[in-house]
């Protein structure tokens, strides 16, 4: 081209792009694509379908959400590379090949918003799942698997509702649609179980007819009410209602037992019944006895009979006619010994099964017996003239029966005796026995019997003696007393004195006998601290004896005397002896005393035979005396040690005296 001139032509390289892979998305999802080139390029791109969510053109890289399509979409991409070069002549603008890929957006599942549940513990629970897409799958989690569904899984739930617990439990189910590779949104719903209640053991109960009965039902969980059902109306309650049950028994005529089911109600949950029975008694009731008569001192029985089982428990308003206050079983008594006639209502009340019943009341008299006074018993001699008048209750009538008619009176009579002493051969004696009986209510009282004498009446007599009582102090003793002075003695007769020591039995008895009132008392042969007793004989003496009388002589004749009581002198002892003292000091004297309270002495303080202090003592009650000596009591001669003599001059009892 010689030397016209160069034409001087920049040639740019054609930009290019690396074809990207295909993309496959879910709807909803972020897609990016980035395109890789010469560098500096441009990238404009093209999609044939929009549904996709991605605009029709565009430039640079390609970010977008996937499209929530409802079936799958795929878009056919273009990339075209372009760059702008610019040298001094300006730009160029360079359009490499286009390169294509797709883009397909496959469509997202979703499952539909379950409801929450709240279901009973033991109930089955079942959920279906529903959404979009033709065939999901479902995917699931639980949040608490304690109420019986395994903390995750897929498809359709079913499972038997649990609740180990007291309380409600809730557990959060989570659900995801997955299908063609594609997950969808969560939905998540609450399942509540409720605690299944239970009911609390109730003992059988058991009341009488007419009693108010109270049962409070309790069970668990706390809140838990009841519904129940009575098997037997009978027994006063209805045949079904809710909450506690309160009744009163129904009157009835025989036991009446009813099965009680209840059954525990929580939160529209029902728990297992349990059962317990109540058991209505009829009242028992005792058989009417008829009123009680008797005389005091009557065996006195009542039997009780009614209801078959029963006992009886009874109550007395009087105890005077000899019945406790109180008791049980029926009743077996001996009247008292009334003075006046007493009576008294006894209330009855049966019990059976455990139940009382109304009482029953009957009443007991108990009349007085009459008395009558024993008439001293009478000796008389024959042919005298016997009467005897004979008193008792007012109104009484007086029965007497005579044991023996040899004394002139006949076997039986009413009211008072007279009679003539018939003439008897020995001395007869009769017992009456004298029996009264009340007019109005023939109670009979205790008989009492007198004797009637009928004597063969001789003169012998052996006269009285005095009969103060003698006392005699120590031993070696004479007693010594004034003879009688109205003694009888018939031809034949001797006059005898005797000590005897049983006043019961004076001639079974004797100890001494004497032609005088003159008796020696010696411990050899009596007792010390005894009493015996003088009396006098008159009558003949016994055949062959010198000394003894015939006690068995028709005019036998014995008089009681005085009592001698024969007691031991009082004695003194000293338990705790003087010791020795200072001049402004004391000591005491203690003294055991032997004998018969009270006592009294005399003591004296001595020194050289001379008295310096004399007191009497008195000892009411007791054994023991203590004295107190204290020579600031009496003056001593200013010398150095003094000896003083203690010596008690007097002592008495009650019965005796000594001195020194």
Not at 116 to 135: I, K, R, Y
Not at 495 to 516: E, H, K
């Amino acid at each position: 081209m010689g030397g016209l001139g160069q034409i001087l032509v920049m040639v740019y390289p054609l930009p290019t792009v690396t074809p990207p892979a295909p993309v496959t998305a879910c709807g909803g999802v972020p897609v990016s694509v980035a395109f890789q080139g010469t560098p500096g390029a441009d990238f404009l791109w093209t999609n044939d379908n929009p549904a996709i969510g991605l605009p029709a053109s565009g430039s640079g890289n390609i970010s977008f959400n996937a499209a929530p399509v409802t079936q799958t979409e795929t878009a056919t991409i273009t990339v075209t590379p372009s760059q702008v070069n610019v040298d001094a002549s300006g730009s160029v603008t360079c359009t490499g090949d286009p390169v294509t890929f797709t883009i397909t957006v496959k469509p997202t599942p979703t499952v539909d918003d379950p409801p929450d549940l709240s279901v009973c513990c033991g109930e089955p629970v079942a959920v279906a799942f529903s959404g979009s897409g033709s065939a999901p799958t479902y995917a699931w989690t639980n949040s608490l698997p304690a109420i019986g569904l395994p903390a995750s899984g897929t498809g359709n739930i079913s499972f038997s509702a649990a609740n180990p617990g007291a309380s409600p439990l809730t557990a959060t189910i989570s659900v995801q649609a997955t299908q063609d590779g594609c997950t969808g949104p969560p939905q998540a719903f609450a399942v509540t179980v409720k605690p299944i209640p239970a009911a609390g053991p109730q003992n059988n109960r058991a009341v009488c007819a007419g009693q108010a009965l109270s049962v409070a039902l309790s069970g668990t969980p706390a809140g838990t009410t009841f519904t129940w059902e009575n098997s037997n109306p009978a027994i006063g309650l209805p045949a079904s209602g809710s909450g506690n049950i309160n009744f009163t028994a129904a009157p009835v005529a025989a036991q009446e037992t009813a099965t009680i089911t209840y059954t525990p109600v929580l939160n529209g949950c029902v728990g297992p019944p349990a059962s317990f029975q109540i058991t209505v008694n009829p009242l028992p009731v005792a058989d009417p006895l008829p009123g009680i008569i008797a005389c005091a001192g009557d065996e006195l029985e009542a039997v009780f009979s009614g209801s078959p089982g029963s006992t009886y428990a009874w109550e007395n308003s009087n105890t005077a006619v000899g019945l406790g206050l109180s008791g049980t079983g029926n009743i077996n008594f001996t009247a008292a010994n009334v003075a006046v006639t007493q009576s008294a209502t006894v209330t009855v009340t049966p019990t059976a099964l455990g139940c009382a019943g109304p009482p029953m009341s009957f009443g007991i008299t108990v009349r007085p017996r009459p008395v009558v006074t024993a008439p001293d018993s009478v000796a008389v001699c024959p042919g005298d003239t016997v009467a005897v008048a004979l008193t008792g209750s007012p109104g009484a009538t007086l029965n007497w029966i005579n044991a023996d008619t040899a004394i002139g009176l006949g076997p039986a009579g009413v009211g008072n005796i007279l009679f003539v002493a018939a003439p008897v051969t020995d001395t007869t004696t009769a017992t009456v026995t004298i029996t009264p009986v009340a007019a109005a209510s023939g109670c009979v009282g205790q008989p009492v019997t007198f004797a009637i004498t009928v004597n063969k009446c001789c003169a012998t007599s052996a006269g009285t003696l005095d009969t103060a009582t003698v006392t005699l102090c120590g031993p070696d003793k004479i007693i010594s007393l004034n003879l009688p002075g109205n003694h009888h003695l018939e031809p034949g007769d001797t006059l005898r004195y005797i000590l005897y020591a049983n006043p019961a039995n004076p001639l079974g008895s004797i100890v001494q006998y004497s032609d005088t009132l003159l008796f020696h008392f010696l411990p050899d042969s009596m007792q010390l601290d005894s009493a015996y007793f003088v009396g006098v004989l008159a009558g003949p003496l016994l055949a062959g004896d010198s000394l003894l009388l015939n006690a068995a002589a028709k005019c036998f004749s014995l008089h009681k005397g005085p009592r001698v009581r024969w007691v031991k002198k009082p004695a003194m002892s000293v338990a705790l002896p003087p010791e020795a003292v200072c001049g402004d000091g004391c000591v005491d004297v203690q003294f055991d005393l032997a004998g018969t309270p009270p006592f009294e002495f005399t003591w004296h303080i001595m020194q050289n035979g001379q008295v310096l202090l004399s007191r009497d003592e008195t000892v009411a009650t007791g054994h023991q005396h203590t004295v107190m000596v204290c020579p600031q009591d009496f003056d001593l001669p200013a010398a150095g040690n003094e000896l003083v003599q203690f010596r008690v001059v007097w002592l008495t009892d009650r019965y005796c005296g000594c001195g020194d």
